[in-house]
């Protein structure tokens, strides 16, 4: 999970990278203007399908990679794939 708090945004730390990546990428969705502004042509942040997509997308990659080779189950995410 990442949430702003103050005047940074902080990402809770889960012991599975792909679920850490998730939570990376939401961070960058928070506080990366740019980025937002890159990608949907608005500078605030407010819920996008482009936003779910990416960090969905990075999740999903992540865990397959981590199942195939060490075999992390998770049954919802299988779900997803």
């Excluded at 103050?6 to 980025?35: I, K, P, Q």
């Excluded at 075999?71 to 794939?81: I, K, N, S, T, Y």
Aim: aromatic share 14%; proline share 4%; net charge negative.
């Amino acid at each position: 999970m990442a949430r702003p708090e103050g005047d940074a945004y902080v990402v809770y730390f889960v012991e599975t990278t792909y679920w850490w990546l998730y939570g990376m990428c939401r961070a960058v969705w928070l506080a990366e203007e740019g980025h937002r502004v890159e990608l949907t042509g608005k500078p605030d942040h407010q819920w996008t399908s482009t936003e779910e997509l990416e960090c969905t997308f990075i999740l999903l990659m992540r865990y397959r990679t981590e199942r195939d080779k060490e075999g992390a189950r998770e049954p919802q995410l299988d779900f997803l794939l």
